[in-house]
C-alpha cells in the first residue's frame, strides 16, 4: 500500500508538474498575445489621437477664418461709418474755421493792401536812395583821392618851403643868450662845420614850445640858410662830419622834413641798419631819397623801395646771404609795383 501511494504522488507530482508547465506555456504565450495586442492599440490609438489633433487643428483654423473674416468686416464697416463721420465733421469745422477766419481776414486784408502800397513806396525810395549813396560813394571816392593828392601836395609844398631848413639838436637851452638868433647860429654852424665864412640866414628860432625843463631834452634850434649852394655844401659837410660838438654839447644836424615825411623815413631806419652793418657784401650802396624812397645800388642793379616792408625783407636776404659767405645773386622778392620800382 505504502508503495502504491507513493506511485500514486509521484505521478500525481508529474501530472502536476507537466499540467503547470503547460498553464505557464499557455499564460505566456497569451501575455505575449495581450502585449502584441496592447502594442497594436497603442499604435491605434496614438494614431486616432493624431488624426483627432489635425482634425481639431483643422476646425479650429476654420473658425479662426470665419472669425477673423466676420470681425474684419465689422471693423471695416465701423471704419466707413467713422470716417464718414469724421469727414462731416471735418468739412463742418472746415465751413465754420472759413466763415471766422473770412471775418477776421476781411479787415486785416485792407490793412495789408494799405501796407503793400506803403512797401511799394519804401521799395521806391529805397531804390532811389540806394542810387543816390552809390553817387555818393563815387563822390566820396573821387573826393578822396582828391583829398589824397592835396595831402600829398600840402606835404610837397611844406617839404619845399622846409628844404633849406636845418634842424640842430642837442643845443642846451640858452646858449644863444641875448645875441641875435641868426648871427649866433651863423657863427655856431661856421665853427662846428669849418666853414670858410659864416652862412647867411634867412631865420633861426627854437622850436615853438615852452622851453625845456631841467632835465629835460632841449629844444630843436631851426635855421634857413638863404642860398641853396651854401646849404647843399653844409650838409656834404654834415654827413662826411661825426660826432658834433659846441662847448661840450653833443650836436647832431638833420634835414628839416615835415612830419609825416619824416615818419615814413623813420620807418627805414631798420632797413637802413641792417644794410649799414653787413660785411662780406661787395658792392652795395644805399640812400633816402626824398620824400621817403630807398635807393640800393647792388649788382649793378638799381633798386628803389617806397615800402619799408619789401626794403627790410630785401635787406634780411642781403644780410643772410652775407652771414652764410656767398656771392650769388640775391634773391628780391619785393621788387613789385607794391614795394619795389626797378630803376
Given at each position: ?24 506555456k499557455e ?184 622851453a625845456s ?66 660785411k662780406g ?63
Amino acid at each position: 500500500m505504502e508503495d502504491l501511494k507513493k506511485s500514486l504522488l509521484a505521478d500525481m507530482r508529474k501530472m502536476l508538474k507537466e499540467t503547470q508547465t503547460e498553464t505557464q506555456k499557455e499564460v505566456k504565450k497569451d501575455y505575449k498575445e495581450i502585449k502584441d495586442e496592447m502594442k497594436a492599440l497603442k499604435t491605434d490609438i496614438r494614431k486616432i489621437k493624431e488624426e483627432l489633433m489635425r482634425e481639431v487643428k483643422e476646425m479650429v483654423k476654420t473658425m479662426m477664418n470665419e472669425w477673423k473674416t466676420d470681425i474684419e468686416e465689422d471693423i471695416h464697416t465701423q471704419l466707413i461709418e467713422v470716417t464718414d463721420k469724421i469727414a462731416g465733421m471735418e468739412r463742418m469745422m472746415e465751413e465754420m474755421m472759413d466763415a471766422k477766419i473770412e471775418a477776421r481776414l476781411s479787415p486785416m486784408s485792407t490793412v495789408l493792401d494799405q501796407q503793400n502800397d506803403t512797401i511799394k513806396e519804401l521799395t521806391d525810395v529805397a531804390l532811389t536812395t540806394a542810387r543816390e549813396n552809390e553817387k555818393i560813394n563815387e563822390e566820396n571816392k573821387r573826393l578822396s583821392e582828391l583829398v589824397r593828392k592835396i595831402n600829398e601836395k600840402c606835404i610837397d609844398l611844406e617839404g619845399r618851403q622846409r628844404r633849406k631848413n636845418l634842424r640842430i639838436v642837442g643845443l642846451s637851452e640858452g646858449r644863444e643868450g641875448n645875441h641875435d638868433p641868426r648871427k649866433f647860429f651863423a657863427k655856431l654852424l661856421k665853427d662846428i662845420l669849418d666853414l670858410d665864412q659864416e652862412p647867411l640866414l634867412g631865420r633861426a628860432h627854437r622850436a615853438l614850445r615852452p622851453a625845456s625843463r631841467s632835465g629835460a631834452p632841449p629844444r630843436q634850434v631851426i635855421v634857413k640858410v638863404v642860398y641853396d649852394g651854401v646849404f647843399e655844401d653844409m650838409m656834404k659837410i654834415i654827413i662826411r662830419k661825426r660826432n658834433l660838438k659846441y662847448e661840450g654839447d653833443n650836436i647832431s644836424i638833420f634835414r628839416d622834413y615835415p612830419a609825416e615825411v619824416a615818419k615814413r623815413r623813420a620807418l627805414f631806419t631798420e632797413t637802413r641798419r641792417i644794410l649799414r652793418d653787413i660785411k662780406g657784401i661787395k658792392e652795395i650802396r644805399y640812400g633816402l631819397v626824398y620824400p621817403a624812397i630807398l635807393r640800393v645800388t647792388y649788382e649793378k642793379k638799381d633798386l628803389r623801395f617806397t615800402k619799408h616792408t619789401a626794403a627790410l625783407e630785401f635787406a634780411r636776404k642781403i644780410q643772410k646771404k652775407a652771414e652764410e659767405g656767398e656771392e650769388g645773386e640775391a634773391e628780391e622778392e619785393g621788387a613789385d609795383p607794391t614795394g619795389v620800382i626797378d630803376g
